[in-house]
């Protein structure tokens, strides 16, 4: 229900896909009107992404340590990531009704006051207060980074779409985990080291959010994100349930929904059980368990939108289901099985060992056409739609962790990884329902029935 692409506005142009006035970035697929946005998604999610491979066994210490601990804390996360999931939601929906810009400004809000509480909470050791801090802060990322999301839908012509979300995963990967874990690298030794420069460290990723949003706030200008996308016949109740009405009545929209949801969930798992195998099982400590994940994922940020462009050209839903699915389970599999399979704490074992996780991250960057799927399955609920992705894409931190909670006490880690296996397969089956009518740049349409 968001507003059509723009070919031109005030103050901000929007060119038409293969116009002479498409700028460098234009073809590339970042709107040039949109380039400040996509630097402030990388930096809010960099600051973001600080805490990610360390904040469960920190919370597992405070709690008091030990494998029960790890548990308890899996489920903390996973109330973190339910509220992910409804900020996801409501990221695409109060975009629609307020426009993105004004959404953002409260992602920010969120986040900072809810950070501070939580670390305060950590400094309690109260369960209650980690629970509830932690979990209302799951509602600020999501608003900030996937309002932008909608705010690129609102204006990317048809033609550039898959490009334009895969650079939008190359920022948000690129911040969350990839350099998020470097800058973690760096600050906790620099502020002492153990819970007390983990717990620094979280301080200080709060400026380097506040700044992310600075920069996305001050450098776009674009018009779209000051206004209402939803038709304006339609009722703020209508238009924030319009994304649940759009996945109860179109069956293809859920099936995209469910796709998305499944697609990084993995991601957001390994991260609750691999920092405590990698750092203290297998013996190659904290450090290198976080450069392991810069890697990974800076693999993903390399090909994200690379695997976008992909799909604009052989189309979507075919890289989706080779690439994204199938390839993601086979990388998830060689990156819980190889660091078993190598000497452990061995250097030339973790350089297998990070390669063989990097297979993972790059085959996870298949996924990134779902986001120009999605809209294209109703395009006369392009708002709607996006509210569903949206959701999808934050609900995938909620189903990843629960996963964890539900299996590992039963499966252990082990059932954990085929668990997520098991996912894929479903959502393999699931890419044959999500056939759309796909615009190529200077080529014929691709008919629904060969995309």
């Keep these: 229900m968001s507003a059509a692409p723009s070919t031109a506005h005030a ?7 293969g116009s002479a006035q498409e700028t460098v970035l234009d073809r590339l697929g970042i709107p040039h009107a949109l380039r400040w946005g996509f630097l402030g998604v990388l930096v809010f999610m960099t600051g973001n992404g600080v805490e990610t491979n360390f904040v469960s066994p920190h919370m597992a210490n405070v709690f008091g340590g030990g494998d029960a601990m790890i548990n308890l804390a899996a489920t903390v996360i996973t109330c973190y990531s339910l509220a992910a999931l409804i900020g996801s939601y409501l990221a695409g929906a109060l975009s629609d009704l307020w426009g993105p810009r004004r959404v953002m400004l409260l992602g920010v809000v969120v986040w900072v006051v809810f950070q501070a509480a939580f670390v305060g909470a950590l400094a ?9 801090a932690y979990a209302l802060r799951g509602f600020g990322f999501p608003l900030f980074a996937f309002a932008f999301l909608v705010w690129i839908n609102a204006v990317v012509p048809k033609e550039r779409n898959g490009a334009a979300v895969g650079w939008f995963y190359v920022m948000f990967t690129g911040g969350m985990p990839t350099i998020g874990s470097l800058v973690a690298i760096g600050l906790i030794p620099a502020f002492g080291g153990g819970l007390f420069g983990e717990r620094w460290a979280m301080i200080a990723s709060t400026a380097i959010v506040v700044a992310g949003f600075l920069i996305a706030r001050f450098g776009v200008r674009e018009e779209h994100g000051d206004r209402r996308l939803a038709p304006a016949g339609e009722s703020a109740q209508q238009v924030i349930l319009s994304g649940v009405r759009l996945a109860a009545t179109n069956r293809r929209v859920l099936m995209g929904f469910l796709t998305r949801l499944i697609n990084t969930a993995p991601q957001f798992g390994m991260f609750i059980i691999l920092p405590t195998v990698i750092a203290e099982t297998l ?8 450069l392991m994940t810069s890697v990974i994922f800076a693999g993903n940020i390399l090909f994200n939108a690379a695997f976008g462009a992909l799909g604009d050209r052989i189309g979507w839903t075919t890289t989706v289901r080779w690439f994204g ?3 993601s389970a086979i990388g998830l599999l060689l990156w819980w099985y190889v660091p078993h399979w190598v000497p452990a704490g061995s250097d030339w074992g973790f350089a297998v060992a990070v390669t063989a996780g990097t297979v993972f991250g790059i085959l996870l ?3 990134v056409p779902l986001g120009a799927i999605m809209p294209a399955l109703a395009p006369d609920h392009k708002g709607a739609a ?30 954990v990884v085929w668990a997520f296996v098991a996912l894929y397969a479903l959502a393999f089956l699931m890419t044959f329902a999500l056939k759309v009518e796909q615009p190529r740049v200077g080529k014929k349409d691709i008919p629904a029935a060969a995309a």
């Excluded at 309690?124 to 509830?132: A, R, Y």
């Excluded at 013996?283 to 976080?290: C, D, N, T």
């Excluded at 999808?392 to 059932?415: E, Q």
Aim: charge should be neutral; proline fraction near 5%; glycine fraction near 20%.
């Design 11 to 17: 103050g901000a142009a929007v060119p038409a896909a």
């Design 124 to 132: 309690t050791e109260s369960v209650p207060l980690i629970f509830g």
């Design 283 to 290: 013996g190659w400590g904290q450090s290198r368990w976080l």
């Design 325 to 327: 699915i199938v390839g």
């Design 365 to 367: 960057a298949g996924f």
């Design 386 to 415: 996006m509210a569903m992705y949206t959701t999808a894409a934050g609900g995938a931190t909620f189903l990843g962790s629960a996963v964890v909670a539900i299996v590992r006490p039963w499966g252990g880690d082990v059932g």
